[in-house]
């Protein structure tokens, strides 16, 4: 990626600050400065570095390529996400973090330590990728920081990940009722899904959590065990519309017990990932757990 020539100065954004002189070639000062001009909708001129690769996303978002002069504001910054409508796009669902972080509630999270982000349901996070951090991933510290964020570094042996929001979903913005994230097609558990947020009309990126649930995510040929499986916490359950099915399919070449009458949630819990809690089962007369049946069955979790 080549460095884009223009000039940017004292770029202000939510309180986060950073002033980039950019020419090609030209070298910027402080890298510690480059979470603020991220967040700031900023960009630096060393391409080299993840930080500065996705600042330079960010600008080109904004459509300021070829200007030869111009200024990132937060008046450009809302006309964009205005522009973007209620629903925005993520490669796929963050679900655990390999450690520690700062910077809870500001909008850029930096990990204590060293250390990549791990594959995701198949997907492993890149510089730039747009993702949705769940609420209940693991070492995520407060439900606050889930929701839509870019990977600024992904990490590695040597260096800490960094996620910010991007101007879609800037530091202190308020949520827009009604929003959804569409999900893209290589999560394994969460493709092609669509998270609804049931946040409060008024709530704050960074400051509430956002209530975000998949409408649909299906679990495909579950194996019962004396008539039941192990309870599955990995999709977050809406406590408003959330409900499962279980449902039984011949396809998968296990012919149920002949004392089965239905197949159902044998208890359901619903909330965030790692509180959310499902068991399928399947019900012989009287709606009583069928201990003899261990067919192949699909769980789909609606919320």
Not at 184 to 204: C, I, P, Y
Not at 205 to 214: E, G, L
Not at 284 to 296: E, K, L, Y
Request: hydrophobic share 45%; with cysteine; net charge negative.
């Amino acid at each position: 990626m080549t460095t884009l020539g223009y000039l940017v100065n004292t770029v202000t954004l939510n309180g986060k600050t950073g002033v980039v002189k950019l020419r090609a070639g030209e070298p910027v000062g402080d890298p510690s400065t480059y979470a603020a001009i991220i967040a700031a909708g900023g960009q630096v001129a060393d391409p080299t570095d993840a930080a500065v690769v996705a600042a330079q996303a960010v600008a080109v978002q904004l459509r300021v390529r070829g200007q030869d002069e111009g200024r990132i504001n937060d008046t450009m910054l809302a006309a964009y996400a205005a522009s973007k409508g209620g629903r925005t796009k993520a490669r796929c669902v963050v679900v655990a973090l390999p450690g520690a972080y700062s910077g809870s509630g500001t909008g850029v999270l930096t990990a204590t330590a060293n250390g990549a982000l791990a594959s995701q349901h198949g997907v492993t996070p890149a510089a730039l990728d747009l993702v949705w951090l769940a609420a209940g991933a693991t070492n995520i510290t407060a439900a606050l920081d889930s929701g839509l964020m870019m990977v600024v570094d992904p990490g590695a042996t040597g260096r800490p990940y960094v996620l910010a929001r991007p101007p879609q979903w800037a530091h202190g913005s308020v949520i827009p009722v009604g929003s959804t994230v569409d999900v893209g097609g290589e999560d394994t558990l969460f493709r092609g899904s669509r998270w609804h947020l049931e946040a409060a009309k008024g709530a704050v990126v960074d400051t509430d959590d956002p209530a975000a649930y998949p409408d649909k995510v299906v679990i495909k040929n579950v194996t019962l065990a004396s008539g039941v499986h192990a309870a599955f916490t990995t999709v977050p359950i809406s406590p408003n519309t959330g409900t499962v099915d279980v449902v039984y399919c011949s396809t998968y070449g296990v012919s149920p017990d002949t004392a089965t009458v239905d197949y159902g949630p044998e208890a359901i819990t619903p909330g965030a990932i790692g509180t959310a809690s499902v068991v399928p089962a399947a019900y012989a007369a009287g709606m009583v757990v069928n201990t003899s049946d261990g067919s192949h069955v699909d769980v789909v979790f609606l919320s």
